[in-house]
């Protein structure tokens, strides 16, 4: 990197209507093209990579102070003390060690005060603090401010029109556009956000998509997509989630401050005009509609539709895994994978389905399922789980719904894997007794950096589980999705030819998919 030369500052401020409040701030690659810069306005301390192009910006502004702190959010919990430190090494699995395990969340915050020249008596010796890494583009956009655009030849970021980005990270591949108002975020490797869409302290992680609505205090994990105006996502975890209109959640009880969180658990959606209020925990791959208000923890009971009117909330467990709707999901995210595998820092995906982490919740809910069938209903034939309400009969369903679940793999598979715990890790399956094993070597000093330790990670991923295709339990499986489909053509807005082609590829397509993106 170098600073600018006379002639290449001449040629800035006259060709190429450019503004420098000092452009002995301005530091470019020792290739920088004059012409890669149009129109733009430059304060404070900024750095360019090579063949980054920025043109018809209003402001692009680095802080100048010496020993800046680290920018250290708090997800979740938007009252909370801080537990995200962004840096340019983050991934949703390193996001997730910070959260859950204080030793990872003080390695990176000390890495990232010695980046940022906490530990150093020279300005010159610290990371500027606004970056924009070589094939970036940047352009239209309002104002910049101490981000980090990271960007490469084959993974390059944008930023467009009118967008207002200010203390945030981004990953390779990101794209920021049309109106984005963006505060104090990560937006991750091929993630899009667009359509005026505003976010503060939030996480976005691989193919997530998010247009129109906002965010704030959000985990929005690998292939969380909302699109419509009047949706807010806070203070949750989301991933492979889909947002219907008008989806928001509570985390302000007008009490203690804004200080609940809840997790709606891979796979899981929300129909329009959903609301839940946090704390609430919903299962994988489950459904939510209406109003929820017992703060239920559903973890255990997957699959489910989940209805609330505000006042009560019927679950029925099980009952998704029948639905066309799963069936493609589980099927597209593998195929909408739109990174490149050469970033050294990528969020770890396991595609896998089933996979132990789903199987342990749903060996769980029929066990719990089948507890409560062995007592009396009440007089209305119901039962009471986690303040909400289980039909006699919903029960009986759920726990068929589980066996095909349970039947999907080889029973060795199963039973080999049925005696560990399993977390998701915003995305990654890996058994807890591993990460815990990953945690020591940070807490006695084994793992001293955060490129040791995401080195590390990858190691975590658990074996693949192969779906038995020649079992009863796939066949049945089939059955119940196609028995959807037909119930969705019966409706009169599916052509015979849909019908037809889509139950086709059930009998030849697989589930199961060995993709674990490293």
């Not at 060709?15 to 920088?32: K, P, T």
């Not at 104002?143 to 390779?172: F, H, L, N, R």
């Not at 609430?280 to 973890?299: C, E, N, R, W």
């Not at 060795?412 to 977390?423: N, T």
């Amino acid at each position: 990197m170098r600073h600018l030369n006379k002639i290449e500052i001449e040629q800035l401020s006259t060709q190429q209507r450019c503004w420098a409040e000092d452009w002995n701030n301005i530091i470019v690659a020792d290739d920088f093209q004059v012409s890669s810069l149009r129109n733009s306005n430059f304060y404070g301390r900024v750095q360019i990579g090579s063949c980054a192009t920025i043109t018809d910006v209003k402001m692009i502004k680095g802080s100048m102070s010496q020993g800046n702190k680290p920018n250290v959010i708090s997800v979740l919990n938007e009252g909370g003390d801080g537990n995200v430190v962004l840096c340019p090494q983050l991934t949703a699995q390193l996001a997730w060690l910070m959260i859950n395990h204080k030793p990872v969340f003080e390695l990176c915050l000390k890495e990232e005060s010695k980046a940022q020249g906490m530990v150093s008596e020279s300005v010159s010796e610290s990371r500027p603090r606004m970056i924009v890494c070589d094939y970036a583009k940047i352009e239209g956009a309002s104002k910049i401010v101490d981000c980090i655009i990271q960007s490469s030849q084959d993974s390059p970021t944008y930023v467009g029109a009118d967008v207002i980005m200010e203390k945030c990270v981004t990953a390779c591949g990101a794209e920021v556009t049309d109106a984005a108002k963006v505060y104090e975020c990560f937006v991750g490797e091929a993630v899009h956000i667009g359509k005026a869409f505003s976010a503060e302290a939030s996480l976005f992680f691989a193919n997530a998509y998010m247009d129109n609505g906002e965010a704030c205090a959000a985990v929005c994990g690998p292939f969380a997509c909302s699109h419509h105006k009047s949706t807010l996502l806070i203070g949750g975890e989301f991933s492979f989630y889909n947002a219907g209109s008008n989806t928001n959640q509570s985390n302000h009880a007008y009490k203690m401050g804004p200080i609940h969180w809840g997790t709606l658990q891979r796979g899981a959606k929300t129909a329009s005009g959903c609301h839940i209020l946090w704390p609430a925990t919903i299962g994988v791959f489950s459904m939510v509609m209406g109003k929820v208000v017992q703060h239920p923890d559903l973890s255990n009971l997957p699959f489910s539709y989940v209805f609330g009117d505000g006042n009560k909330t019927y679950v029925y467990p099980g009952t998704n895994i029948k639905t066309v709707g799963t069936w493609r999901d589980v099927n597209k995210w593998p195929t909408r994978d739109k990174r490149n595998n050469s970033q050294p820092y990528q969020d770890l995906i396991t595609f896998d389905f089933p996979n132990p982490y789903i199987l342990q919740y749903v060996a769980e809910g029929k066990k719990i399922l089948q507890t409560l069938l062995t007592t009396p209903a009440d007089e209305n034939n119901e039962y009471i789980y986690e303040g909400c309400i289980i039909k006699k009969k919903a029960a009986e369903k759920g726990i068929k719904y589980y066996d095909i679940i349970l039947g999907l793999t080889r029973k060795s598979e199963s039973a080999s894997e049925s005696e560990s715990s399993y977390v998701d890790m915003f995305g990654f399956i890996a058994k807890e007794s591993a990460v815990e094993n990953l945690i020591l070597k940070v807490g006695n000093g084994k793992i001293t950096s955060i490129d040791d330790l995401c080195a590390e990670i990858p190691s975590l991923a658990v074996p693949q589980m192969t779906i038995d295709k020649e079992g009863e339990a796939y066949r049945q499986w089939l059955e119940l999705i196609e028995r959807d489909a037909r119930k969705e053509f019966n409706m009169g807005d599916v052509s015979e030819e849909q019908l037809h082609d889509f139950i086709s590829k059930l009998q030849w397509k697989t589930s199961n998919h060995l993709l674990h993106k490293q």
